[in-house]
């Protein structure tokens, strides 16, 4: 078992920046590629990034390519998730997952999930 909590989400105006954390704990966290995906009302899970278990390889949605950054430190077993250029389109519930194979872009071949954190971006 792998278990994943996301912090660092909140309210922020257009054009800010926002960093959320992925904590893990459980089994060894640098065998697991990890993914972020997001959820707005009304709208299906979607992904945002992936990133390798070594940190050498990622991902992005062409939607957040320039703006986010994914990064993780097996050391702490963190992955973080620098938003720039946050846009009131970036709100919704975003998911840390871990996945045991690759960081893929389909959400329901992750194993294990975070409980999300609300990122709000207004106008």
């Known amino acids: ?9 909140g309210l922020v105006q257009a054009g800010d920046s926002l960093r959320l954390s992925c904590a893990a ?12 995906f997001r959820q707005a009302p009304g709208k299906e899970r979607e992904f945002v990034v992936g990133i390798s278990y070594s940190g050498a390889n990622t991902y992005y ?23 720039n250029s946050l846009k009131p389109e ?13 960081y893929s872009s389909n959400w329901y071949t992750y194993q294990y999930w975070g409980q999300g954190t609300q990122v709000t971006v207004s106008s």
């Open 1 to 9: 078992q792998v278990q994943v909590v996301e912090s660092g989400g």
């Open 25 to 36: 704990s459980g089994r060894t966290f640098g065998n697991y590629a990890m993914g972020w």
């Open 61 to 83: 949605a062409d939607s957040v390519k320039g703006r986010f950054t994914i990064s993780r430190a097996n050391a702490k077993n963190t992955v973080y998730l620098l938003m």
């Open 90 to 102: 970036d709100t919704a519930v975003y998911y840390c997952a871990a996945h045991s194979t690759y």
